[in-house]
């Protein structure tokens, strides 16, 4: 067994794990990128919508309007589907989630995070070039359908505040739908059509295609399980235990930093070091849908935030 030597340990290679082995290299340092699987993007990263939403100011915030809560509570939104018996556990954190999502705090919260989402689509832009895929975003927006008058309606007064934040969009009526998506059937009461937003076809791809690029400017990937990260003298250890990951080499490695990018598994290594974030975990589906003949649609589109058509 080896021990491998690095300024900075970033654990996990999702995009956000990525992304941020690539800046810290960017920044001089000497960056290995620890992670269970044999590659990059094999989680999460692998299976979202491939949106960069650089028109989503606004996050999915806990909803004051009690008939929704209702909705949500009794698991009749397509949003949210929970298991009582695993309310206790998550209560504490909804709680914060509720005060965070006060009107004042919630658009604090949005405007800290506005510059950065203002970034992804020119940061997403530079990386994709320096990684050569550019095959690997489209430039065609991002289409919200609605089929009801009332998640219409209060989509366009999301919509309209969010105007005020540079957000550029365009309000569908039937008509100028089927314009657009001449392939797509079904009934709906309109859409909103953000012309900015990018859209990656093959999400796990590009986390792959970025570690690639990680590795051809000197960095160095360590197959191994994170949950090892241990606190050694001038900083911190991982690896090196019953052969470690999927490799199976079972190096070890030690930097004076750590990044921890476990995306949903993070508290893992957290809680065990006795951190405590305010961390929770929701569930998320994608669907692979196959074009009917030669029916294909044009942008990504998303009915009610349930999926995304891939080409
Ligand atoms: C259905 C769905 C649709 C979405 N759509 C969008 C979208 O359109 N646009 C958007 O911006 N976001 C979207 N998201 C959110 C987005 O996918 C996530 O925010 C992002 O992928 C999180 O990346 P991450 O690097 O934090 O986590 P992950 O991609 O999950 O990466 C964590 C990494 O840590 C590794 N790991 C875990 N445990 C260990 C361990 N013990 N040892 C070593 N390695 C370990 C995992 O293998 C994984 O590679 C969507 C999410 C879902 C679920």
């Not at 510059?115 to 919200?144: C, F, M, T």
């Not at 989509?155 to 309209?160: D, T």
Request: glycine fraction near 10%; hydrophobic fraction near 45%; proline fraction near 5%.
């Amino acid at each position: 067994m080896k021990e491998l030597k690095a300024d900075v340990l970033v654990l996990g290679a999702g995009m956000v794990g990525v992304g941020a082995a690539l800046h810290l290299q960017k920044r001089g340092r000497d960056v290995i990128l620890v992670e269970r699987h044999a590659r990059a993007g094999e989680e999460t990263s692998y299976g979202n919508a491939g949106i960069i939403e650089s028109a989503s100011v606004f996050p999915y915030m806990f909803p004051r309007d009690l008939a929704e809560i209702a909705r949500y509570a009794l698991n009749r939104a397509p949003q949210v589907r929970y298991r009582l018996v695993d309310l206790p556990a998550f209560l504490p954190w909804l709680y914060r989630y509720f005060l965070a999502s006060a009107p004042d705090r919630a658009l604090r919260g949005a405007m800290a995070v506005l510059p950065l989402i203002r970034r992804s689509l020119i940061e997403h832009e530079l990386l994709i070039n320096e990684a050569g895929v550019p095959e690997l975003l489209q430039r065609k927006g991002w289409i919200k359908l609605f089929r009801s008058e009332s998640s219409l309606a209060k989509a366009m007064r999301e919509f309209e505040r969010a105007r005020q934040y540079g957000v550029e969009g365009e309000i569908l009526d039937a008509r100028a739908i089927a314009q657009r998506e001449p392939n797509l059937t079904g009934e709906f009461a309109g859409a909103i059509h953000l012309p900015t937003p990018g859209f990656v076809p093959d999400p796990g791809g590009l986390a792959k295609a970025y570690a690639d690029l990680f590795e051809r400017k000197g960095g160095r990937f360590l197959s191994a399980d994170a949950t090892t990260l241990e606190q050694v003298s001038g900083g911190w250890r991982v690896g090196g235990k019953g052969g470690g990951g999927n490799s199976g080499h079972g190096d070890a490695a030690v930097a004076r930093e750590a990044v921890v990018a476990l995306g949903p598994w993070s508290d893992l290594v957290f809680r065990r070091l006795g951190y405590a974030v305010p961390l929770a975990v929701k569930r998320g589906y994608h669907l692979h849908l196959a074009p009917h003949g030669n029916a294909v649609l044009i942008r990504c589109w998303m009915p009610i935030r349930a999926s995304c058509w891939r080409r």
